[in-house]
């Protein structure tokens, strides 16, 4: 959406080529799969004004390699998002900011002291960064966090439900707020919270990031900060933009 209404803006058209095995290429991988792939040597066919490369929402290297291959082989200016390829410029989203702000959410307005953070995949570049971001919000405010206080959810269901568990069953402290760095852990954790006896958000509040389908239905409703992705479209065709014609609009 940031994409196209930043494109639009400044008088492009948007093509967008995709797949739709992206995430399943793990599990399944056969010559229909191999034959839709070929989609993406259509970068190399037409006549681009220019390219975004969206490197980080790919889930296989395979996959990830064969199209930094054909971004290569083109003279067309190319702006990769979470990656580096030769020949390309590339683009990072500001994942601690958001984290920091949406922390900073729960310390100031809502008063929150103990924190748990619900983190992503470790090493993961954008889940250390969220990481960072929340661990700098709570030193900001004088509020130390421990390893204990980290729990690593792999971006996934199962270990938000385990923390969950784990809370409500007092095997683990209650805390005061849960800080998650996607939506499909929170709201897996706010189910399995209100599953059992625990109030989200008057006994415990949780937070995502992304807003993701997952939180548009989430009953309560949830507190996510949504001006990652959108906002990181629109700066990554306005960086575009100024690769193509060498100046930067607004």
């Known amino acids: ?11 492009y058209d948007l093509i967008v080529y995709t797949g739709v095995f992206n995430s399943m290429r793990g599990v399944q991988y056969d010559a229909y799969i191999a034959g ?44 990769v998002l979470g990656g580096k390829v030769p020949k390309t410029q590339s683009f990072e989203a500001d994942e601690y900011g958001s984290m920091y702000m949406i922390t900073r959410h729960m310390t100031d307005e809502h008063g929150c002291r103990k924190l748990y953070c619900l983190a992503g995949v470790p090493e993961h570049k954008s889940s250390e960064e969220r990481l960072s971001g929340f661990k700098d919000a709570c030193a900001d405010c ?24 784990d809370i409500a069953g007092g095997r683990i402290e209650r805390p005061d707020a849960v800080v998650c760095c996607n939506d499909v852990m929170a709201v897996t954790l706010i ?5 059992n006896g625990i109030r989200v958000p008057e006994d415990v509040k949780v ?43 607004e």
């Open 1 to 11: 959406e940031g994409a196209y209404a930043q494109a639009k803006e400044l008088g």
């Open 36 to 79: 839709l792939e070929n989609i993406y040597t259509l970068v190399c066919i037409h006549e681009l004004d220019g390219i975004i490369y969206a490197y980080e929402r790919f889930h296989t290297q395979e996959v990830i390699d064969k199209i930094s291959d054909y971004v290569s082989q083109t003279y067309t200016p190319c702006l």
């Open 142 to 165: 004088g509020i130390a966090i421990e390893d204990k206080d980290v729990f690593y959810g792999w971006f996934w269901k199962d270990i938000p439900e385990k923390l969950g568990l």
């Open 191 to 195: 189910q399995t919270l209100t599953e």
């Open 207 to 249: 937070t995502g990031f992304d807003v993701e389908v997952d939180s548009l239905f989430c009953k309560p409703s949830l507190t996510t900060i949504t001006g990652r992705d959108k906002q990181f479209g629109a700066e990554a065709v306005c960086r575009l933009h100024g690769m193509i014609s060498g100046t930067a609009p």
